[in-house]
């Protein structure tokens, strides 16, 4: 195999492995949110044994978020790749940054939920008057709905203006992202589910990537 059959190769395959990676991460976060919505109550000054009898559906919603983390970080690689040359190192700090920060605040998020979780079901009783389960949740709140999401926002804003410079994903995905980028900057986390704007957009960004690889394969198997 020639040089430059392998180079051909290594370039239509890295879009397919970003595509995947994007995919998985976003039904992963998705899938987790959705349990945590729908099972931890929304009133936080509310017993705890309203939390423990969704036990089982927030460590499966937790047990998720670190796969979705390690799906995104590869996402964020492929996609600096799949730019290769036409990368501006600006943006691609920013990008970069705002991508590791915004792992880091759900996985922080996430362990404090799940050493409050476990608080819960060893000494529940003790958990509301100390104030350790409303802090838990404000902290959680903070970390994931406010901190995040900004990073999120950042991240989302950044990739749109590489998306557009580079022409790698269609210009309407690009004029998308940067809407979206600015309701969740504006937000102050109150909106219910507005953290799942972020994976819908690395979703449609991944799909679009995905069609673009398979048109590309089927050109270079036609030559």
Request: aromatic share 10%; proline share 4%.
């Amino acid at each position: 195999m020639s040089q430059d059959t392998e180079l051909i190769n290594r370039s239509l395959r890295t879009p397919r492995a970003a595509a995947v990676a994007g995919i998985l991460f976003s039904v992963l976060l998705i899938t987790s949110q959705l349990l945590i919505w729908l099972s931890i109550p929304a009133d936080p000054l509310g017993p705890a044994s309203a939390l423990l009898a969704h036990t089982r559906s927030i460590n499966l919603a937790l047990g998720l978020l670190p796969f979705s983390g390690i799906a995104f970080l590869w996402f964020i690689a492929v996609v600096r790749d799949r730019l290769g040359a036409l990368e501006d190192r600006f943006f691609a700090t920013v990008l970069l940054g705002s991508g590791l920060l915004y792992v880091a605040m759900v996985f922080s998020a996430t362990a404090i939920a799940g050493a409050l979780l476990t608080l819960l079901a060893i000494r529940p009783a003790d958990m509301l008057p100390a104030g350790i389960y409303v802090l838990g949740r404000a902290e959680i709140y903070r970390f994931h709905s406010l901190f995040a999401t900004k990073m999120a926002a950042v991240f989302m804003g950044c990739g749109s203006t590489i998306f557009l410079r580079t022409r790698v994903v269609p210009r309407w995905v690009a004029f998308t992202g940067y809407l979206l980028a600015a309701v969740l900057l504006v937000s102050l986390g109150e909106v219910p589910l507005i953290n799942m704007v972020f994976p819908v957009w690395v979703f449609l960004v991944s799909v679009c990537v995905l069609i673009e690889s398979k048109g590309s394969a089927a050109t270079a198997a036609a030559r």
